[in-house]
């Protein structure tokens, strides 16, 4: 049975429900919350509807284009050590056998549905001085006495890369288990070195899909807004965190918006991109 | 190096990253004294009964269980008829509804929990127990849907076609030969919506973060007052409930195939 164009007014009843709670509750909230960002904020609190573009002038200062280029900056070195890591090892996961193929893949899931708290409650500890990876150091003889290796910025990577690991190899599983597997086989009977294979058979293979990779594991790290708090310091907040700050502390929701609807613009520009760049492969 | 060798590291490095943070925190979990220490001093499982008997940590579980349990079904229910709709008709404008259910997921989490704080504020609900329920029925109704849109892919639309020259009319169709067919991909989409529901921070504690307390909300309340082995022993317990969850469904359902790869042959 083919799927026929709707005739009758009947035939759309099955779109009213969801269409309406989408509409409602998202595209709803989105537009106030693209009006708030426009509004004037009132001392204590309150803000008064209007058209003004003050929260935006406030990115304007150096302090948030900090903010902005630190966020930029960590997102993407998250994600160029999550692909760097994620490739090799997706590509690999697609070949082992199914059962341990499985196996990790629950595993995968079970870290990725992981609450940031608990990410950031985890690491805290495992690098905290009296439960921490350094009592294994003392014990080794390679240090003197436990230290706490956070708060620090090496932390803060840390646990990104911990809650964005499991996101990448699922992003990349589904493109690795589709590649075809005569590939290598052609160039190792040609007598190519394994790795030389890997190189210059599969990387350049699936160059568009790294990329679009990278791109969904920048996006997905722009995301954290736990994990700098729990294992940085306040030098290391992101936007993320500044938004939480300005809405629920500062009770400045105008700006709070401005700089939601900011993320949302680099967001949305990004996965435009990455979908753009994964089509040409599908098509290549 | 031999590529048998080059997985074997690779695996085991992976593993032991993964693995780390939660041997520590499960080390710490069974400590006898209220104190993180690792490796842990004396043994005992008191914190983990300590989640089931102290009200506090009680009442949170049973916040978030509900809560994960209400919006994994309100997710459902708005991806089901969806997903129906957009395999039964061609419609291609409706695929714009499909969109706006995956924006927020791809969104980051932040931008989506604000759209609700301001709005539940401006239609004055704010704080109300169930806004919670909403916003994670939207937010995560990502994951139906893309189990759905799999498992009515994968239905033989011959045995439709027959089925409707047998005279038989949508409702009897849904209701006898696509609903029998699409149950596992609705489980299991509601399995994945209520995993990350129960784990959920942001979103829940900018809508009812000052009059619920969910689990999630609960530990990152209680940081501030030092760590202690009850914070653990939830995290392991989460870490455990997610695993058999996704176990069942590895188990019962094809677990790569809902990731999307391919059915591989075994």
């Not at chain 1, 014990?139 to 436990?146: T, V």
Request: glycine content about 6%; some cysteine; charged content about 10%.
């Amino acid at each position: 049975m083919r799927a026929d164009a709707p005739k009758r007014a009947a035939d759309y009843a099955p779109l009213a429900f969801p269409a309406l709670m989408l509409t409602v509750f998202f595209v709803v909230p989105f537009g106030i919350m693209v009006m708030v960002s426009f509004f004037q904020r009132q001392p204590g609190g309150f803000y008064t509807p209007d058209f003004v573009f003050s929260s935006y002038e406030r990115f304007l200062t150096a302090f948030f284009g900090g903010v902005l280029g630190f966020s930029l900056g960590l997102a993407a070195l998250v994600s160029v050590i999550c692909v760097a890591v994620g490739f090799p090892f997706a590509y690999e996961l697609a070949r082992t056998r199914r059962r341990v193929q499985v196996a990790w893949l629950v595993a995968l899931l079970a870290v990725l549905s992981l609450s940031e708290v608990i990410i950031g409650f985890a690491w805290s500890t495992l690098l905290s001085r009296t439960a921490g990876i350094s009592n294994l150091l003392v014990w080794l003889g390679l240090m003197e006495r436990p230290t706490a290796l956070t708060p620090n910025f090496g932390a803060v990577l840390t646990g990104m890369v911990y809650q964005a690991f499991p996101y990448t190899v699922l992003v990349l599983y589904p493109a690795m288990a589709r590649l075809d597997p005569t590939l290598m086989e052609a160039s190792r009977t040609l007598g190519a070195h394994p790795l030389r294979a890997f190189l210059t058979v599969v990387v350049p293979a699936l160059r568009n899909t790294i990329l679009a990779t990278f791109i969904m594991v920048f996006v997905f790290a722009l995301g954290s807004y736990l994990l700098p708090q729990l294992l940085g310091r306040p030098q290391h907040w992101t936007l993320s965190v500044l938004i939480t700050d300005q809405a629920v502390y500062q009770s400045n929701l105008p700006f709070a918006a401005a700089m939601a609807v900011f993320l949302v613009l680099v967001t949305l520009s990004l996965v435009g991109l990455a979908l753009l760049v994964g089509r040409k492969e599908s098509a290549a | 190096m031999s590529g048998k060798l080059f997985r074997r590291v690779l695996f085991t490095l992976v593993a032991l990253f993964l693995a780390a943070p939660l041997i520590v925190i499960a080390g710490v979990s069974v400590n006898a004294q209220r104190t993180l220490v690792f490796p842990p001093a004396g043994f005992s499982v008191r914190w983990y009964g300590e989640i089931f008997t102290d009200a506090a940590w009680r009442g949170a579980l049973t916040a978030s269980v509900a809560v994960a349990a209400l919006s994994a079904a309100l997710a459902v229910a708005i991806a089901f008829p969806l997903s129906w709709f957009l395999w039964r008709r061609y419609a291609p404008w409706a695929r714009v509804f499909q969109m706006l259910g995956t924006a927020p997921f791809i969104l980051p989490p932040v931008i989506t929990a604000l759209g609700f704080l301001t709005f539940w504020t401006t239609v004055g609900a704010y704080g109300q127990p169930w806004t919670v329920v909403v916003a994670h029925g939207i937010f995560f109704v990502t994951l139906p849907l893309v189990t759905l849109s799999l498992g009515f892919a994968s239905i033989d639309r011959a045995l439709v076609e027959a089925a409707a020259t047998m005279g038989a009319d949508d409702r009897t169709i849904l209701r006898t030969i696509v609903f029998p067919l699409i149950r596992p991909y609705i489980v299991s989409g509601f399995a994945f919506a209520f995993v990350l529901s129960l784990n959920e921070y942001i979103v829940a504690y900018m809508t009812v973060g000052f009059t619920l307390e969910t689990l999630p909300i609960k530990i990152f309340n209680s940081l501030r007052y030092g760590y202690t082995p009850t914070m653990a022993a939830v995290s392991i317990l989460f870490v455990a409930v997610a695993a058999l969850i996704f176990g069942l469904i590895a188990r019962f359902g094809d677990l790569p195939k809902l990731l999307g790869a391919w059915s591989s042959r075994d």
